[in-house]
């Protein structure tokens, strides 16, 4: 049988969408790191930095870096970042939802054409 503790040995990964320490990001972050990998963490804006440093210092992340997904700019900045730190990534974690909060009330069939293509350009 391998050895899975080291499952990830040597990869290189970037995850997005820790919001706190019950996101699911953050238990896939955790698992990454416990086999091996080396991790960076995403945030967009400052409230999520505020949340999202103190958990990159706990897993000892190699990087963290301010990405919204919304943005190609701000993306690329994340790639460029990677690149010149690690020269290559070997997997990404897409963990990022969302919804208009305002059109989660009522029925699901009921949100409008412009918030659903939001969310699944980000989600």
Not at 107 to 119: A, E, P, Q
Request: glycine fraction near 8%; proline fraction near 1%.
């Amino acid at each position: 049988m391998a050895d899975t503790a080291k499952l990830l040995e040597g990869k290189k990964g970037i995850i997005t969408g820790v919001a706190n320490n019950l996101s699911i990001s953050w238990a896939i972050a955790q698992e990454a790191k416990k086999h091996g990998a080396e991790i960076a963490l995403t945030y967009q804006g400052e409230i999520l930095e505020k949340r999202v440093m103190p958990l990159s210092e706990e897993l000892g992340c190699e990087f963290d870096q301010e990405c919204d997904v919304t943005d190609e700019a701000s993306m690329d900045k994340l790639f460029a970042v990677a690149k010149e730190k690690w020269g290559k990534v070997d997997f990404i974690i897409h963990g990022i939802a969302f919804a208009d909060k305002d059109e989660l009330r009522g029925r699901y069939i009921d949100t409008s054409l412009k918030n659903f293509l939001n969310s699944m350009n980000i989600s």
